[in-house]
């Protein structure tokens, strides 16, 4: 009992409480204020045995104050160290200039200073009340550990390509999910971000290019050992991601690597103290890029143009240009497009994270919560998120390790019933159009169309979807060196969704009688999917070090299955709109339901060996044997090895004083071999699906068969080498890694369209062989000069992917001719694009009549597609490589400027050699019903304007849309990704609040952009296309970091 | 205590190891059927026949006429207006679309032929039967490539991937012959009645046959086999071709081949597509020309052309053909939401041309299977779809009659049937004339009787006269504006036949990119 007295200052209070009368706790107070050691006029006993306890146990209960400055080796005060009573929660930070103050119950102790960038330091507390300390920075390199497949690595004996991020670095800036907070960070990892609604995040990441074609090119993501999604994890509950590039790292998850590996590393609580953590931000997001309308004068005389071109009467009289300009009945003489401007506006975003985390030695937990509300910049969007995890250590014995961890996340989503005819209508078919009337009708273009209907008044798509993962580990210490690790972990996820389209009537507002849109019956479509999927990993390890060997080897089992089900139902004519629920609709021939399960498993057996001799020459072999149900039996299983070597050229003698310069230099190689096994379920068999006919009147079933079978399909397998180098230098404040790898994938699973003399869909086959060879490189740098503080890094990457063969197949071309058209044939990059190149504009008659045309009727002001194979004439046949769509080269850049508790915080971010092509509306330069954008104002030819960027219009005649260089726009872009200005609050303020820690920030996302594309108002990771997408936004933050 | 720690830790592995499961990687799937466990009932045998009626056409036959010199393709950004623009080519869209749904209906066709054997039933007389109605529509699948493309790969077994990419076009002769061939196994293998109405019958086969032997240039042949199907007592006309498109007169004893459907289950949107847009903002898709509105008689017989027809241009619907207007919304018609049809440009009405982008751009709209019944769901129409009825055949008879030139009285009755159904009673032909009379005669009836079925696209093409009357703007109605005639022009539109290239379609260019044997049409 009496143990408690020394161990826990809390628990003594709790006791005081109750044993002491009110009178002596003012006595024992006002000694405190005193601020001297007094010794206790109290005895105390044990309440078990009566017996007294020595008054030096209360001594604790006396503060005194600890006062001191911390600095830097070169004698800076440091700012915002945390100075923690070791195993309290009693602590502090540092003010500007380093120093600190803190109350503490006695001279005993020991005092802990932390901050990032250095090590941290125990002090014994001193006698005296004041102290010095020095700090001294954090070299890093000899103690940083990289996650790797099933283990860790220290990160000086790496042989392999893996790249390495920490939770913190990659929380700088505020962002929703983990794509957005990883893209520009690493070399060799491109993520496009493609905005996407709140909860819908339209970003995809791609490690070392494009490796198959058609199929899954995702890389594949581990979170504490567990496959799951980038988008299930909480990004303030990342510990660190290691991206695992060449084949040597990825070649121990074998049939699932080929697209590298992501490993994610969640956080745990550290022995000590418990510390409280809120990180709450505010944010506003803006459509920042809004195409613009031709002004209406303009729009109206080019549309002239057109008509006259084609021989047409004038669209619009000059009586009725007049009309439009000088109107002030909007309502009935509407602008020709306002939608950008009426569609989107500012939305809100609220995050609030907070996380708890403590313990002993032999029990640790943390719990950490998040609350995001994230509403879409148009009606009828948002997004909630919800989300508890709780990590736990129990300490079983002294070889014995349990840990249970439990993640449960709740995403509640609404989004318009059928969101991308919105984006698509603000651009196609609505020109003209009243946004709404006074009373709330809607207008309508003259095909029958308003984006605002669309979005605010047909209906919402709503989800809920759980997603909840239980993870049990275990490790024993059999003897030492050897342990063995089981886990076990479930994934459950449950999707519910509810689809509502609303019955509606548009009415002519100046003719209610008419009818002008009608939506009869309201319907709903409600689903029910879930997936439950469990792992479970036994891994063996044994580690064993004599004289100068290092030697670690591990074996290990694994298995996952996968079991899926979905449930759909549908009525119609529900009594109004806002009866919602499934019984409500119809009891009619016109319910429908529909259901499907599905089953997968994969059953793995993988090893690694790791020998190390004398810290200088590394050799890593790993192997991998995979089964996969969605083959048969014959072509189930599969190997993949891999093998790599690093030599340590730093370690050798030779290098001698060249190690004051270059402290660290390591040169590795690797070479292995894995998988994919991205291919639907059941392909192997032969099905017939059911279909309905109708027979008298009555609904007859009938079952047809519709897709080809391919019973030998297998394994993607895709071989890569990887060489590189890390150096260190100058004590290492400055690192560069350097890396050049060569990816062949073959029997790529390629689903090639098939003659349709066939009368069956395709299914896929393993074809084709596609290569990707490049660089990466990163250079990061960390100085410090006086107050000012520095620390970044630069990564650029260069890629080059090449389809080498098709198995005498292709080349296949999609698209057509008035949207992007894709080649996918040898020697060509996967997708690239394809089309006519051109030669400027005809001219002359004369011009025209010695150039053969594409169609018949071409006319001076037309483009002038170039005859590639001078056969007289310009067809399909002139079409050639235009340009990629996937950038070549991919850059990024961090910087992180601190300065007397300021911090800034700069990412860049860019790509270069790729191409975009535009089309629909925005091609279209107003020849159809579309959005005309300003940019064709005045620019566009005419016998006076014969100089003139653009074609002649000619109403209803795509003859220069046609799918050319012209519309194909350089894609490349540098942009400044994020600035966040971080304050933190002086201790001394803080700790008047009782905080340890306060900082408080402002940030911007997408704030500048320099790219060929922001002359057509347009997002330069936008897809090619017609642009119908949840546009990229640019993000306004205000947030705080709490630590108590 | 360590003891029971230990313990603790290994059961827990153990519980561990006890998830792993012998049969991860033998999954079988349980939500579709696999061609294993199929063909084994005679059930297997009908569920399979079943499917390949879903091939048939549906609404789709609208093209046909749409397409042609009585039609036209209201949207102008659609793959149809650039047909009718001449503008197609071997990337068109329509032209794959045709193609792919055509083999995909013999896919289903071939592999029900190649397996019903498999099925162990004693019932074969029912496996017989299925095998014929199965042989009937790969046969309507081939009637439509043959007219389309000409040559065609012809394709009777399941074939695989790597015969699929050495096919060569078969001789459209040699289609025809298969066409021939199979109708007439066919109809020996089937049923003249059904107790199921929409199931393919041995008049089915033979009226098929006489329309592919009219297509084929065989006359003899089709008229044999027309009268083939006038033997079999089954079919009669319907007396009222008013109503013959109705819910009301479905499976009639005129219908000899139809594509079913019924609402919810399997419907189809035939009046959100052809309805005027008055009716529900339906939408036009093909409208009537003023080629077709003027080619009714007056109801004397003549030709409003005829300076003695009485016909008078500023009250031009009324003394008509009464077809005209059971085939046609004409402005002053009833529409099914009970208002006035009034297409007048600038009425202010939603059915105004020009009033909207899918309001009919001619004044006129389809009214054959526009039905009241489907004004609340636009969308969702029941209504069967005819594909051969026995007025064709009767005129099928009679065209191939006269082009065999064996002229008799029974090709002058044939026609009369069709002018003088009950509610249509044109006067009758009194006596045959010479060929050339009979030609224009038969052919004039086959365009005002079946307008908008779906053959007069292929009936241009047959007679060869589509460079004739094909080609120009396309006209709509005519009305008094200031006590003047004007006549509608569609706006931005001429029709174009290239005589030299578009009597056959072009073989799609994907399909000869996948395998190099296929020829193209000349002149693509």
Redesign the interface.
Known sequence: MHKIFTKSRLLVLLWLNAFISPVNAQMFALSKANGTSQKAPYEFFDVKTNNAIPATGFEKLIDVVVSGKVTSQNGEGLAGVTVILKGTTTGTATGADGSFSLSIPGYKGTLQFSFVGFLTKEVPVPSSGNIQVIMEEDSRSLQDVVVVGYSTQKKVSMTSAVSQIKGEELMRRPVSSVQQALQGQLPGVTIIDRGGGPGKSNAFIRVRGITTIGSNNNPLVMVDGVEQRLSDINPDDIESISVLKDASSTAIYGSRAANGVVLITTRRAKEGSVSVNYNGFLARQQAINNPQQMGTEDYMRLQNVA?RN?G??LRFTEQQIQDYLTTTDRLKYPLPNTWFETVYSPAPQMNHSLSVAGGSNTFKARLSLRYQDQDGILANYNAKTSEIRVNTDFK??PK?N?STDVNYRLVNGVTPVNENIVYDRMLH?SMWTTPKFPDGTYGL????HNPLLYAEAAGTAKTIDDYIVGN?K?D?EIVKGLK?T???ASRINLTTGKNFTNAYDVR?YY?PE?????V??SSLNESRNSSRE?T?N?ILNYATTFGKHDINILGGYS?I?NTGSSLGAFRQGFYSNDIQSISQGAN???RNNS?????????SYFSRLNYTFADKYLFEANARYD???RFLPET?YSFFPSFSAGWRISQEDFWGSLGDAINEFKLRGSWGKTGNQAVN??SY?????????????????????QR??NQNITWETTIQSNIGIDAQFLNNRITFTADYYNKRTEGILLLL????????RPSAQNAGIVDNKGWEFLLGARSKIGALGYEGSINFSINQNNVANLAG?GPY?SG??IDPRYIIGEGYAINSHWGYKTDGLFQTVEEIQKYPTL?AGTKPGDVKFVDMNKDGKIN?DDMTYLGTSFPKYTFGSSHNFSFNGFTLNLLFQGAAEVQTRLSGALAEMGN??GFTHKIYADNYWTPERTDARFPRPA??DLRNVSTSDRMLINGSYFRLKNVQLLYQIPAEIARKAYLRRASVYVAGTNLLTFSKLNEWNLDPEADSGRAQYYPQTALYTMGINLQF | M?RI??N??LL??A???H???KD????T????????L?WKTER?AT????????FLEGVNIFTWDGLSDIGHRNT??SVEASIERG?LD??N?KV?AE??DA??????A??FLANADLVKTSNATLINRLKGEVKVIRAYQYIKLASLFGDV?L?TTT???EE??K?TRTPVVQIWDFVSKELTEAADMLDKTS?????VTKGAALALKARAMLFAGRFTEAAAAARQVMDLNVYSLYPAYETLFSYAA??NVEVILDK???????SNNVFSQMAPY?Q??SGSFYVPTKKLVDSYQMINGRSISDPASGFDPRNPYVNRDPRLKYSIFVPGDVLPDGKIYNTRPNS???DAIGY???TTSTGFNVKKYINKEDL???ANS?INIILLRYAEVLLTYAEAKIEANQIDQTVVNAINAVRQRKDVNMPALSAPGSREAMREIVRHERLVELAFEGLRYFDLRRWRIAENVLPGKVYGMTYLENNNLVTVEV??FEKLFNKDRDYLWPI????R???PNLTQNPNW
């Open positions: 008509y084609v047409l009467p079983v014995s014995i349990v078919g273009s003259n095909q029958g049990i275990g024993w063995f089981t886990q076990f002519d003719q008419i009818i002008r849109r009608t009869p019956l469990y479970l036994n298995e299955k009619d021939n016109t259901g499907g399960d599905s089953t997968w498993g994969l059953r089964g996969s149900s189930r379920l059941y068999y032969g099905t017939l699906n059911l279909v309905n006919y109708t027979f008298s009147g009555v609904p007859t079933p009938g079952y047809v068969e080809l079978t369209p098939i003659p349709a003399t066939i009368g069956l197949t071309i057509s001719d169609q399909a159809q019903e109403k209803f | 360590k720690k230990y603790i830790a827990l592995a519980s561990m190891f998830a792993c499961s991860l990687l033998n999954t799937p349980n939500d579709r059927i696999s061609t294993d199929f297997d569920l399979a026949a079943n499917a390949v009626y879903t102008l950004f503008q071997a990337l869209g794959f193609w792919d083999y995909t209906g013999i896919r289903a071939n592999n790969p394709v074939i695989s991937l699929g990419r096919l107790s199921e109405k929409g199931r479905e499976n079913q459907f019924i609402k919810d289950n399997y008055s529900r903002a202010n009405t939603a909207s982008f899918i609340a769901q636009p029941g706006q931005a799609p260019q994907r399909e990119e996948l395998n």
